[in-house]
């Protein structure tokens, strides 16, 4: 066989990158605002954009490879196939098994339709993931993330999070609205739509631009400028976060402040988290003052954790903003390795998950005991919690307990909640909370309950498997897997939608994603 040469290789590759750079342009750019009938075919429409994306990029990539494999000799294809075989990344061996387990779902269930477009639910049944699964594998395989792909999605996501802080103040571009039930406006903002959603979009730029900020290298041209700008988007998205009013963002902002100082390294970097905390802190008088000034006639205000905070606490969030501030000054001015710090920093998490699992055993334990006073609300688990999510779950843990074994293993089908429910506790749901549930709002919940034990299993390996190499990899894979972690936080309490899933798989890629001399 006739070696390619070496200017083929770099043509070949070259035509790949961009390929995938077009693809990604278009899913960081144009995505997040694509519609055709405002918040009423908001699903519709990202399903649909991005599987007619994906499949046109794939389309493309086969027209540039196929020619060349079929040049190849058939015992060095079959060669390089085992040998491929015997290299496969566990990332994507999991994800593989996943889709194989979904697939088995979709067949053996008794919605099969259903399951495979997924139109019971968010229209995420084996079709989507399917597409999911193809864009993962494209862009882990022949795509190198740079930096200019966070500022994109930094820049798109900025325009969102300030359609979203207008729609809290006017009601911004009220024609969006005109024609959404006068009881439902304030369950809709910026270009994503419900603001859960919302949250979870804006979840990713916050950890984005504030994990970027301190991994990033702060050498060179432009550094301080460049430094200055991820302060000021950051900051926009914690006051957007805040004016967005979802209790969800709480769990986010949590774990993205918890879990970054496990990966800072010297004490630059730790005066960059402290500079950090001083903005987020500073964003809570900045959606005080906002919510003053606010005319929209459809919100409660104030309405949720992070703006009640903010109103009641005002000026005073001022004193710790300045003390991190201080403290971050001070610590810019040497440059320190932290290897103790990294060790004792999971330590300290561990013990106050544990404390803080104790603290809701009692709080449900013993109920009637008056302890935590208004915490309460939060720790004790009832059908309540979580705007019902309490009821969603418990009647979801019933119906998974009566499945024949084989559908505990592989669920009942990829969107096929929504169908269950609806069969065996519609009137529980409609006199509990007045709605019926088409999603367990909580991820976790929707994969073990659709895809059973083996597919929950497989997902969370494969997420978990991308996470690892992306927080040991250079600062856009590490800035990648700490907003992939923040996101997956958030969607215990949340819904998979297409709006948002693609940034996830995207990020999972990005951490996945080899270096440009590694790839072949």
């Not at 395989?141 to 979203?164: E, Q």
């Not at 559908?407 to 990829?414: D, E, H, R, V, W």
């Amino acid at each position: 066989m006739r070696e390619e040469t070496q200017k083929k290789q770099e043509y070949r590759r070259a035509a790949r990158g961009h390929i995938l750079e077009a693809y990604t342009v278009l899913l960081l750019a144009v995505f997040p605002f694509y519609n055709t009938d405002h918040y009423f075919s908001l699903l519709s429409d990202r399903a649909g954009f991005f599987q007619v994306t994906t499949w046109v990029m794939v389309a493309a990539l086969l027209a540039e490879e196929v020619p060349h494999r079929i040049r190849i000799r058939k015992g060095a294809r079959r060669d390089g196939i085992r040998g491929w075989i015997r290299r496969i990344p566990p990332e994507y061996a999991f994800l593989a098994a996943f889709l194989l387990v979904s697939a088995a779902s979709t067949l053996l269930s008794d919605h099969r339709a259903e399951a495979w477009t997924g139109e019971a639910g968010r229209l995420q049944g084996l079709f989507m993931w399917l597409a999911y699964g193809t864009a993962f594998f494209c862009i882990s395989r022949s795509f190198c993330p740079g930096k200019r792909h966070i500022w994109l999605f930094l820049a798109s996501g900025a325009i969102a999070a300030l359609w979203g802080i207008c729609d809290y103040m006017g009601p911004g571009l009220s024609w969006w609205l005109a024609d959404v039930k006068e009881s439902q406006k304030h369950m809709f903002t910026s270009s994503i739509g419900n603001i859960n959603t919302y949250t979870a979009f804006l979840i990713i730029g916050f950890s984005l631009s504030g994990a970027y900020a301190v991994f990033r290298d702060m050498w060179g041209k432009g550094a301080k400028q460049e430094s200055a700008v991820l302060l000021a988007v950051f900051f926009l998205f914690s006051v957007a976060l805040a004016t967005g009013r979802s209790d969800n963002a709480v769990i986010g902002i949590a774990a993205f402040f918890l879990f970054l100082p496990a990966r800072i390294q010297d004490t630059r970097q730790a005066s960059r988290y402290l500079g950090l905390l001083a903005v987020f802190l500073a964003a809570f008088p900045a959606a005080a003052l906002l919510s003053t000034h606010t005319g929209n006639p459809y919100m409660e205000i104030p309405d949720g954790i992070l703006l009640k905070a903010g109103i009641r606490g005002g000026m005073f969030f001022f004193i710790p903003s300045a003390a991190a501030a201080a403290a971050a000054l001070c610590l810019s001015r040497e440059d320190k390795p932290l290897c103790r710090f990294q060790r004792v920093w999971p330590a300290l998490l561990a013990v106050s998950g544990i404390f803080f699992i104790m603290v809701c055993l009692d709080a449900n334990i013993f109920p009637d005991t008056g302890r935590y006073g208004a915490a309460r609300a939060y720790l004790e688990f009832n059908d309540d919690w979580g705007t019902y999510r309490g009821l969603c779950w418990r009647l979801a843990h019933e119906s998974y307990g009566e499945f024949p074994f084989i559908k505990k293993l592989i669920g009942s089908g990829p969107e096929t909640f929504g169908i269950i429910m609806k069969q065996e506790h519609y009137q529980e749901m409609v006199q509990g909370c007045g709605q019926v549930f088409d999603s367990p709002h909580n991820e976790s919940i929707q994969y073990l309950f659709c895809t059973g034990i083996l597919g929950a299993a497989c997902y969370y390996a494969f997420l978990a498997s991308c996470l690892w190499k992306g927080i040991h990899g250079d600062a856009v894979r590490k800035t990648a897997a700490i907003a992939a972690i923040t996101y997956t936080a958030v969607s215990f309490v949340n819904i998979s939608v297409p709006i948002t899933q693609p940034y996830l798989i995207m990020l999972a890629a990005w951490c996945s994603s080899q270096k440009k001399e590694e790839r072949k």
